[in-house]
């Protein structure tokens, strides 16, 4: 018996060996099956996110695209409002020289008429004359210089007194 209790031993134990293997398998096929189906239902999951995200940014795209062309229209509106208005200023600055240009013709032209009429109303000048030589001035005498100085001295006397009267 003891011989056949090791034999017997052997195969208990390969058998036990035998069924734990088994058992393994199948515990590592439950987990790779149950992994299997996790990773389905999360991607599934993750589909109709994904999916709609992909939708959103497409729409999104169209979205910025419509932007981005409004953007450069508004900016080809302003440049070409602001050419007008560069034209217009052009224009108005060269009618406003036009006219400052005939406004200084006109006044140039009632000058010289000015001028002309003046001519022909003013005497004409004679000659040049000789200039007369200079005399000696005769001298005043010192009792008529006297005589001047006081009656200059009594007209300022009489205002001052008619001013005293008021």
Do not use: C, N, Y
Request: net charge positive; aromatic share 2%.
């Amino acid at each position: 018996m003891e011989g056949e209790e090791p034999q017997e031993r052997e195969e208990t134990f390969e058998e036990r060996l035998r069924e734990l293997e088994r058992w393994i398998r199948e515990q590592v096929a439950g987990a790779r099956d149950e992994l299997q189906g996790q990773a389905r239902r999360l991607l599934e999951q993750l589909e109709d996110p994904a999916t709609e995200l992909r939708e959103w940014l497409g729409t999104q795209t169209g979205r910025v695209q419509d932007l981005i062309t409004q953007l450069h229209d508004q900016a080809t509106r302003v440049g070409e409002q602001l050419e007008r208005q560069v034209q217009a200023l052009e224009a108005a600055r060269q009618s406003l020289e036009d006219r400052v240009a005939k406004q200084i013709e006109a006044l140039r032209r009632r000058q010289q008429e000015l001028a002309r009429r003046l001519e022909e109303v003013a005497p004409a000048r004679p000659a040049a004359k000789k200039a007369p030589t200079k005399k000696a001035a005769a001298k005043k005498p010192a009792a008529k210089k006297a005589a001047a100085k006081r009656s200059a001295a009594r007209k300022a006397t009489a205002r001052k007194a008619t001013a005293k009267k008021r």
